[in-house]
């Protein structure tokens, strides 16, 4: 079971992190990640971290985000500086069900996710 929170409203220029609490996974044997969805737009992949700690970003988000994991306390985090209006979305953490260290990317996670719920980030 994957669980969102940290979502809400934020003014622009302001900071935010999602957490995203697993059971039933061992972190550090999984690639994970966090995506978003605007309504009516597919959804973006917006970064991964993989079993090792390996990161990436989407260009968009590169020096603003940081994503993270504690594997002892079975947690993905998403922490979200100068936020813009651009960046409202729904936010869903997801983990790719197959273990390993073979390529930790959006489009593996995609093909062989599970996802949590969802939680909501409005920037204005």
């Known amino acids: 079971q994957l669980v969102e929170s940290g979502g809400g409203s934020v003014q622009p220029g302001g900071s935010m992190t999602l957490s995203c609490a697993a059971s039933?996974?061992?972190?550090?044997?999984?690639?994970m990640g966090w995506f978003r969805q605007v309504a009516g737009k597919g959804r973006e992949g917006v970064a991964v971290?993989?079993?090792?700690?390996?990161?990436n970003y989407v260009d968009s988000v590169k020096a603003r985000f940081t994503i993270s994991k504690d594997n002892a306390n079975h947690i993905l985090y998403l922490q979200m500086n100068s936020l813009k209006p651009e960046d409202t979305a729904m936010y869903y953490c997801?983990?790719?069900?197959?273990?390993?260290?073979?390529?930790?990317?959006?489009?593996?996670?995609?093909?062989?996710?599970?996802w949590g719920q969802g939680t909501q980030v409005t920037v204005s």
């Open positions: 971290i993989d079993k090792d700690g390996g990161l």
């Open positions: 997801a983990i790719r069900v197959t273990a390993g260290a073979w390529r930790c990317s959006p489009t593996t996670i995609e093909r062989d996710g599970y």
């Open positions: 039933g996974f061992t972190l550090s044997s999984h690639c």
